[in-house]
T-cell receptor, first 115, second 110 residues
Framework: DTEVTQTPKHLVMGMTNKKSLKCEQH?????MYWYKQKAKKPPELMFV???????INESVPSRFSPECPNSSLLNLHLHALQPEDSALYLC??????????????FGDGTRLSIL | KQEVTQIPAALSVPEGENLVLNCSFT??????LQWFRQDPGKGLTSLLL?????REQTSGRLNASLDKSSGRSTLYIAASQPGDSATYLC?????????FGAGTRLTVKP
């Protein structure tokens, strides 16, 4: 069991659907992250929230919209996705970057398939 | 831009062998380096974190070293077991940003 919980575990959606991925942690971490991982590739950073404010957006298309409603929750809203967006989406949390001895904790991810 | 490289890409060893996984990075201005394990279709499990001021960390059969000036880290696994089979990823942190290597896929044969 991980301390970062992601729902749903699997999601299949059409290109015209709107859906959301959810991530929750109760470790008191104030930095939360979204990563995208394609098969047999390393995770690629998408977004970073630090103290509930978006601090890094790695040039992600606008069809992905992150939201951090409070310090424990992180959402990723999806709209008009493309087949190439099919991937494992990982959420992570940590203390913010200046605390260099704290690791990032990852959830088990949401496996997303776009039809 | 930070680039992280891991070699070998894949490794197969018989049970009981000691082994070393390698990681290199191009920019030495890092906060820390982490080694992760990933099982197929799963998330990442943090194994060891080495702060930029440290040289090594140990946990059980695992030992990770860091030479920041040369941009290198190694993960040593002693007395490998079939349950160690997984993909091992190293990642370097710069503030809130983390960059991963492509991983080493390890198979330990009984």
């Amino acid at each position: 069991d991980t301390e970062v919980t992601q729902t749903p575990k699997h999601l299949v959606m059409g290109m015209t659907n709107k859906k959301s991925l959810k991530c929750e942690q109760h470790m008191g971490h104030r930095a939360m992250y979204w990563y995208k991982q394609k098969a047999k590739k390393p995770p690629e950073l998408m977004f970073v929230y630090s103290y509930e404010k978006l601090s890094i957006n790695e040039s992600v298309p606008s069809r992905f919209s992150p939201e951090c409603p409070n310090s424990s929750l992180l959402n990723l809203h999806l709209h008009a996705l493309q087949p190439e967006d099919s991937a494992l989406y990982l959420c992570a949390s940590s203390r913010p970057g200046q605390d260099s001895n704290q690791p990032q904790h990852f959830g088990d991810g949401t496996r997303l398939s776009i039809l | 831009k930070q680039e992280v490289t891991q070699i070998p890409a894949a490794l197969s060893v018989p049970e009981g062998e000691n082994l070393v996984l390698n990681c290199s990075f191009t920019d030495s201005a890092i906060y820390n380096l982490q080694w992760f394990r990933q099982d197929p279709g799963k998330g990442l499990t943090s194994l060891l974190l080495i702060q930029s001021s440290q040289r090594e960390q140990t946990s059980g059969r695992l030992n990770a070293s860091l030479d920041k000036s040369s941009g290198r880290s190694t993960l040593y696994i002693a007395a490998s077991q079939p349950g160690d089979s997984a993909t091992y990823l190293c990642a370097v942190s710069e503030a809130d940003d983390m960059r991963f290597g492509a991983g080493t896929r390890l198979t330990v044969k009984p």
